[in-house]
Structure formats: C-alpha cells, structure tokens
C-alpha cells in the first residue's frame, strides 16, 4: 500500500516508481534489483523471528543500497558487500519506515539475536591506510582476520547458544561471575571496583547520574548507578562525560547518540525483557560491559559489542560514502540504524525521524 | 523598563539617600561605580516610590562589591567572549558587570527566570543562557577556592581552629549532608531514584567543612535514595583516605605512647573508621563518652552552619526546586559552594550580618549508618579519654 506514489508516475515498475518517488534515477541504471539481492544476500532476515514484510523489506534497503553503490566504486563494492553483511547482522535492514506506519507498529532495529563481532580499524602499509578491517573475535561463525583482504563475514546462526566463546579475556573478562550478593541482603553494598566490574546486574535498574567530586582530578563525572533495593553498584562512564557547553558539544556526536540509546535500553533492563537487546552498556569501554549470566553472556556481549561495532561501522560508512543527509542529522549520526534507514527523501520520513531524534535527545532545561 | 510590580509592594521609603552612599561608598573605581548607578537606574525605573529592598548593592547580590569586582575578574574571559548576543530588551548589550549580576541575582535569589527577566529588563531565555555561562565559567575559574588544604600550615591552621572549638585535637574536618530537595514527575521511572528516606524527591550533597565554614571537599550529584555513607563511600575521599593519600599527615601525642592520626568527624550517618570519627551511640554513655558527645556535636556545628548558610545565601538550592535538570542541578550546587567559598576567602563583611543556623535540611533525620571499625574505635576511646581529662599522661 504505497499509497504515496503520484498516479502520473504509473507505467514503469514499482522499483521505478518507489526511485522516483525517493527522488532516485529511475529504470534503466545500473543497478537493479536482482543485481542486488545475488550479491548482497540478507541471510539473517530469513531466520528472523520477527518477519517483515515482504514489500516493506524491499525498498528502503534497495534504495539505499542502489544510493550508495552509485555513488561509490568498483572496488568499494566488496567493501559494501561486507558492512551491509555485517549490518544486517546487526540491525534489521528492513526499510521499514512505511510498513511501521501503516501497522502502526515499530519493528525493532535490532537484530533479535545479532552475532557478536567486534569491528577494528586498524591502518595498513597498503594502500588504503583508512580501511577498517572487519575483526570477528568470539564467533563460531566468523573467521575473518585478514590484513588486506576483507572477507565477507556473513553469518546464518542466530542461535546465540551455539556461540562459543573463545577469547575470553578480552569481552568475557568477567564472564558470569554470579554475584555473592545475589539475594541482597540488608547490607547495603556498593560496588565501584572496576576489576569486578562484570557483575550480575540483571533486574538492576540504571540511570545516568552527573556526579562533583572536588577531590578527584575529574570533578565532574558521569556515573551509571545500577540499583536493586538497597543494592547499588556504580560504573564510570568513562570518555562519555555529557556534553553540555556549546564548546563542548562540537566532536563528541557519538557520544551523545550513545546516551540516548542507552536510556532507551536501560527501560528494558528494567522490564527484565529476555531477549537480545536486553543488557547493553552504552560505553565502548570494554571495563564497562555488563553481563548477564547462564547461557546467554555470550548474546549479552554480543549486544555489549553491539555500540562498539555500531559507531565503527558507521565512521567507516561515513567516510567511504557520502549520504544525502540533512546537516542535522549528521550532527547526530553517531548511530549506523540512522545511516541505513536514514534517507528519507520525503517529508513525512523526514519529520518522523526528526521526531525520534528529539525524542532521545536532551531537554534543555531551565537553568 | 519591565514591569517590577511585585518590587513595588516591597517599596518603603529613601531609596535614593542610600544609593548614593553606596555609591560613594565604592567611588575608588569610577567605571564600576558608573555601572552601579547605571543598572540601578535601570532596574528602579518606572518606580516613583523607592524600594528598601533593592538599593543597596548587598541586597540585591548578597555580596560586597568588593567581591563582586572579583567575581566579575575570574569569568570576564568567558562571559565576554561572544557576548554580544546578549542584550537588554531594549536593544542594549550587556556588559560583564551586566551579566555577573544577572547570573548572581538568579542564584542567590531563587526568584523565577521570569521574574529576574522581568527585573533587569531581559527576556527570560537570555536570563537562563547568562547563568548558565556564569556556572560553566565558574566551575572552571573558581575551583581553586575549594580545595582539600594543601599545605601543611594550611593544615595546621586547621587542625589549630579545629582544636580551639572544643578541644579536639588534629581534626582536619567535618563532614556532613544536606539534600537538596526537588519536585520530580511521578509519571517518570526513574523519579524513584530520587525519593530518599524522607520521601523527598532529592539531591545529595556532601560537604566536608573547615572551622572557617569553607568547603573543603564537595561531592554531589547521587540521588537522595543514596544513603550518606554510600554516598561517602563512593566519594574519592574515602578512596583517598584509604589508600593512606589523605588524613595521613603528622600525628599528635596526646600522652606519653598515645598519638593520634588526622581524621575528620561526622555525625552517625557515617560509619566509624579509623579516620572518620562518629558519636557514641546509645543512652547510658559514661561521662566521658557523654563529654566527647557533647563536644562533638559542638564541632560539628561548623559544617551545619555552612550549609545552611549556602543554601540562605543561594537560595536557586533552597526549596523545592521544579523539575531541575539533574545533571545540570550538581554543577550549579558546585559554584553555590564555590561563591560560598569566595565570601569567606575575600572576607566578606556581608558574613557579619548573616544569621549563624545551623538548620540546613529540616524535616529531615538522623540517619544512622552503624559500622563500626576497630581502629575508629581506639581512636574515638583514646579522644574521649583525651576530651576528658582522662587520660594518663
């Protein structure tokens, strides 16, 4: 029910007429639809519990995907074959902006059960100094870990259960490490001690609190704050100190986008929602990844991982392609879900984005 | 030129006699004086009948404007820079002075946005964009007027006052804490956070005091749901102290084989360790115990006063504040303490007239924390030995 599409614009396809309607080059490009779905299969959709529809699916994605491709070259298209791959891993890659609307139902961004991968930039000798080299650390499923030649890392296993965890000294520091202090007791217990710092915090709830210590050389920090009754446990926010000041604001975009997800996420820690997207740290500090225990610490880290991947696959995106995107979204594109679906050429998507932009975003406050 | 109406019911009589004493009383600086004259003029226009409220340079800004000068020296570089977007309703610019006070008169006031716009002639927003400049320009500028002491005579007068209250001796300290109340949406989830022992919706503020009534250590920010020792708890005092990196200055011999280390004494909301030294607790004390209780709830009358004056000087923190930005309200409770500071290091005579209560967070009572470590233990016994008379020499 693409019911936006002008009458005059009949005769062509739906693909043509969607393009057109985006403002896209229509027809008789380069690109076309099967071009893109033999080389870039989105295997993760198919094992999705949460199915989309099928109409829906197409577009957005194609779209961008069509966008992005033209606009880049030959070789970025192994590059594109692997972060779309990656991507889809991740998120749902579904352009799902219309089919929510008509449903009146939001389809979640999130894979329900992402893999766990965590993306490295790291320079080369070669050519291209800037390309981030896609690095699967904890995955049965991923192999990649080539220098120069990047590999798609496409995944069909959703079953988190069936991830093994390998490294664990890197995101499993502090695997499982059910806590003594699981049926809290009246003792009230603070825990600040970062070499501990993976705990069970399930059925905490969180909240970002800016904190003045005048004897700490950081006066000012911002602090998460776990608390269960008369249980509470206190977590740097290392590197994320909110940014209030004009001054202050200018390069630190990831980290306002990662705020506002982690508000987001700390709503359904609280309602203890079992899935995937439960336990999530908005810090790329490893130290301050949370875990939950029994079988699905791995899945838990995967979504740990998940900012982390997030902000370095959509700086590389940023760099390699050039997205038609209002200055205000840039601004807060810290988040890969606003690259994807984030090319909304007509008003009303542009206005719903807007919307839930704002939504996350600070209040400016009286002072 | 704004409507002062609600100014005008404060009026009484001889507005003008007083402002040019005060004038004068200042003429040694003619650009500042002329600033005075001028914002006076501005803030009283429209009002035939002058206002005992707002004539003198003390009532409006709760400070000397000896401390104003000064106030108006550590932010000039930033309140200046790009200044010029800040202007009168009337098309004027602010100056610097213009702007201090504006940011002074919201924080030591409390009265709405509105109603300082309204005062000083300027919309609102620009009211709320001046004071937060002036909080973020303090908070760097003026952080140097609230530290730990520093040197050892810093400390030694310390420990020296300390002493001369009642007897305690090498007591670097005392802390305590105050709340600053807020009214919170019950819609909101994360309100409950907020809602401490007293089913206040609060902030947390833990100010470790010297016998000046200066702040020495400020830690807020926690939510009032936090109890006080776990708010001293995750301060980094506490870490400090327990790395052995503070309070681990000389020790004094009270008697022959008996000396004692720094520490720092609160009340029983905090838990007795071996450099934070609690009351005894329980009816039937010894005389001596009954003694070191006494004496110590005399010393810590210093950190009472302080923040109940904090919060009467700067009264944006007193009251219920509606919906404050709980990220934002920390920074402003710090230059609170900061301005607090700076009255008492540029020995303000305003301080003179103000009152000396020691109510700072009324309705709200003694909590009681209830650890106890073995060496706080010695050291309290061997204090109160000490405090009377007691002990062998």
Known sequence: MLCSVPAGKSGSNWLDRLRSNKGFPTGDDDLDLDHFLTQNPSPSSSDSPHSIPPDAQGGGVLINRSEISRRTAAQDKEWYGIMSNVLSELFYMGGSDESSKLSGKKIPRKQTKPKLCVVSTRNNNSSNSNTSVIEVKKSSVFVQKGENAPVATASLNSDSNSLVETKAGNVGGGVVDVDGNEDEDEEEEEEEEEEKGERELKGYSRSEVTVIDTSCGLWKSEKLVFRRKNAWKVREKKGKLRSFGRKKRKGNDNGVVVVVGGKKKAKVLASEEDNGDQCTTPSSNERNNLKNDSGEEVCKAATNNLDTAKEEVSKDLRKRFIFSRSPRKIRKGGSAVVLIKGIPADKKNISKLSNNIAKGTYRQPKV | ?393
Request: proline content about 5%.
């Open chain 2, 1 to 393: 030129m704004g409507p002062i109406r609600g100014f005008r019911k404060r009026k009484k009589t001889e507005k003008k006699p007083e402002e040019n004493a005060s004038g004068s009383g200042s003429s040694e600086k003619e650009g500042p004086v002329d600033w005075w004259d001028e914002f006076f003029k501005r803030i009283n226009a429209g009002i035939q009948s002058p206002s005992s409220g707002l004539d003198k340079f003390e009532s409006i800004f709760k400070i000397s404007r000896k401390t104003f000068d000064y106030i108006c020296s550590l932010v000039k570089e930033d309140m200046m820079a790009k200044s010029a977007h800040f202007v009168f309703s009337n098309g004027k610019p602010l100056s610097l002075c213009d702007q201090v006070a504006v940011a002074l008169r919201r924080l030591s006031s409390g009265d709405s946005l509105v109603t300082i716009g309204d005062l000083f002639g300027l919309n609102h927003s620009t009211v709320s964009q001046v004071t937060w400049r002036f909080v973020e320009s303090m908070e760097e500028r003026g952080l140097h007027h609230l530290q730990w002491p520093s040197t050892e005579a810093e400390m030694t007068d310390v420990k020296s006052k300390f002493e001369r209250i009642r007897g305690f001796p090498n007591c670097c300290g005392v802390i305590d804490t105050t709340h600053i109340t807020m009214c919170l949406p019950a819609s909101d989830p994360t309100s409950h956070l907020w809602l401490d022992h007293e089913k206040n919706h609060s902030m947390v503020v833990q100010a470790i005091v010297d016998p000046d009534m200066k702040f020495r250590d400020i830690v807020t920010g926690w939510p009032g749901k936090m109890k006080d020792w776990l708010v001293f708890q995750s301060s980094t005092f506490y870490k400090l102290c327990d790395q052995g990196e503070r309070l681990n200055g000389k020790k004094v011999e009270l008697s022959k084989g008996t000396e004692i280390r720094e520490y720092i004494i609160g009340d029983s909301g905090y838990p007795l360790l071996p450099y934070l030294v609690i009351p005894y607790e329980g009816k039937d004390l010894s005389d001596s115990k009954a003694e070191f209780n006494r004496r110590h709830s005399a010393t810590r009358v210093v950190a009472q006063r302080a923040l109940a004056r904090l919060k009467d000087m700067w009264r944006i923190i007193q009251g219920v504040m509606w919906r404050p930005d709980k990220h934002r309200l920390p920074r402003i409770i710090l230059v609170c303490c900061l301005l607090h500071n700076i009255i008492i290091d540029m020995e303000d005579e305003v301080q003179d007239s103000m009152s000396l209560s020691h109510n700072h967070d009324s309705g709200y009572h003694q909590q009681i924390c209830g650890t106890a470590d073995i060496n706080g233990a010695n050291l309290r016994d061997k204090l109160a030995l000490y405090l009377s008379g007691r002990m062998p020499p």
